[in-house]
């Protein structure tokens, strides 16, 4: 079953605007969640991650917010530009499997100018 | 680019046959694991190999298979091609003491087409 679950499956938000993906999971052994984005072709970019003993990481447009009661996290893109049109994945690990990644179904962001 | 690199980049079997993807880890990486692609889905784990042995397996049936190598490139083998197993492959590299990595690279993948 689906261990991480995204929402929504798609977006679109206008330049400059705020972009937020949510993600929830279950499973309370996780303890690594990182964004990856995947343009048309490629392969998934690691964007930013975080560990549960934070409540948000920011890395220039780019903020995690994570709230581990809840057990859930967001995405957020300040200042959206068409550039970051692409699909977002949220994925969660742990330890205890080697950190194998458990992905979200995946949010497709469209950036109108 | 993260450095690791996959080959072929396209692929075109037909069902039944066996396919040989491969995968190159970046530099000072030590870990590789394996994910399938299917369209407009996320990626889900196959497996994963440190020093050469399988370290943890995804929902998969044995015809998946793979191979690590003292360099830490890697295989990822399929017998008996299923239609459904048309997706993009998708290889990660890590590095870890113990097996794993939080932090995975992905390579740009092999989109394998089974007609």
């Known amino acids: 079953q689906q261990q991480v679950k995204q929402s929504p499956q798609s977006l679109i938000v206008q330049k400059g605007g705020i972009s937020i993906i949510n993600c929830a999971y279950e499973?309370?052994?996780?303890?690594?969640f990182p964004w990856y984005q995947q343009f048309p072709g490629k392969g998934p970019a690691l964007l930013i991650a975080i560990r549960p003993d934070v409540s948000e990481k920011k890395e220039g447009r780019f903020t995690i917010s994570f709230n581990k009661s809840a057990k859930q996290f967001s995405l957020h893109i300040m200042d959206s530009q068409p550039g970051d049109s692409a699909t977002y994945f949220c994925?969660?690990?742990?330890?205890?499997?080697?950190?194998?990644?458990?992905f979200g179904k995946g949010t497709s962001l469209l950036v109108t100018p | 680019e993260t450095g690791v690199t996959q080959s072929p980049t396209h692929l075109i079997k037909t069902r039944g046959q066996q396919v040989t993807l491969r995968c190159s880890s970046q530099s000072g990486h030590n870990t590789v694991s394996w994910y399938q692609q299917a369209l407009g889905q996320g990626p889900q784990f196959i497996f994963q190999y440190y020093r050469e042995e399988e370290n943890g397996r995804g929902n998969f049936p044995p015809r998946f298979s793979g191979l690590q190598f003292p360099n830490y490139s890697s295989e990822l083998n399929v017998n008996a091609l299923e239609l459904d197993d048309s997706a993009l492959y998708l290889c990660?590299?890590?590095?870890?003491?113990?097996?794993?990595?939080?932090?995975?690279?992905f390579g740009p993948g092999t989109r394998l087409l089974v007609l």
């Open positions: 499973n309370t052994a996780f303890d690594y």
């Open positions: 994925a969660a690990s742990d330890s205890n499997s080697g950190y194998a990644l458990n």
């Open positions: 990660a590299s890590s590095r870890s003491n113990t097996g794993g990595g939080e932090t995975q690279y």
